[in-house]
């Protein structure tokens, strides 16, 4: 189906493991975005992509990591997870520098 | 980084018009947006304004733009049930490193009684 779609939808796990985040679009956007969002913090970005091979680190980027080594993909993964990770990931992707912003579903992560 | 402040809970009777306020910082800021988040669904973009624009209708959406206060409102018209949702005020930045970027405001949580 065309669009942005987020996997794992829902993901429990423990403090110190390693947790991947996928995000995959079908518009061929260069454009790809990680945000997180928390009650009283509203979204916050974590990284974006410009285009494949190209990434840059948003608002709060510590704990994460990110590559983009085709433009559909923009996973995001956290490398041991701590409980202030915990939290409801959003990914989207928009076709340029400015514009509409399209959203997946989001990825509801606890981490234990 | 930018900071885009708006109030977190806004509750009214269906059919009456709900307004939304949003502040920004970014006076530079050339589009600035509403989105809706509907409960476990990601936010999709419901209007936006051109910072060279004072007021933009959209059927039962009006959205203000006070540039010299940097204020933006959305009004709702009939507000009905199915409005109820969490509504985000964003700016984008223009600024060289963080062009494009977008600053999301906390969002409202709007309720609407029958």
């Known amino acids: 189906d065309a669009g942005i779609t987020q996997s794992p939808r829902y993901k429990i796990t423990e403090t110190g493991r390693q947790v991947t985040l996928m995000c995959h679009q079908t518009?061929?956007?260069?454009?790809m975005f990680w945000y997180r969002q928390d009650l009283g913090h509203g979204l916050r970005l974590i990284y974006y992509?410009?285009?494949?091979?190209?990434?840059d680190k948003g608002e709060v980027p510590d704990g994460y990591v990110v590559s983009r080594s085709k433009t559909e993909n923009f996973p995001l993964t956290l490398e041991s997870a701590t409980r202030s990770q915990t939290s409801v990931y959003f990914c989207?992707?928009?076709?340029?520098?400015?514009?509409?912003?399209?959203f997946g579903e989001g990825s509801r992560l606890t981490v234990l | 980084g930018e900071d885009v402040e708006q109030s977190l809970f806004l509750s009214v009777r269906e059919g009456d018009s709900s307004v939304i306020n949003c502040t920004y910082t970014?006076?530079?800021?050339?589009?600035l947006y509403w989105y809706k988040q509907e409960p476990g669904a990601g936010l999709q973009l419901l209007t936006y304004?051109?910072?060279?624009?004072d007021m933009k209708q959209d059927q039962r959406l009006t959205v203000l733009l006070n540039k010299k206060d940097k204020h933006l409102s959305l009004r709702i018209a009939d507000t009905q049930t199915g409005d109820s949702a969490i509504y985000f005020c964003?700016?984008?930045?223009?600024?060289?490193?963080?062009?494009?970027?977008?600053?999301f405001g906390r969002g409202t949580q709007l309720t609407v009684w029958p």
């Open positions: 989207a992707s928009r076709p340029g520098r400015t514009g509409e912003l399209f």
């Open positions: 518009w061929s956007h260069s454009y």
């Open positions: 304004i051109f910072s060279n624009m």
């Open positions: 970014d006076s530079s800021s050339t589009y």
């Open positions: 992509s410009a285009a494949a091979d190209i990434t």
């Open positions: 964003a700016e984008s930045s223009v600024r060289g490193s963080t062009l494009g970027r977008l600053y």
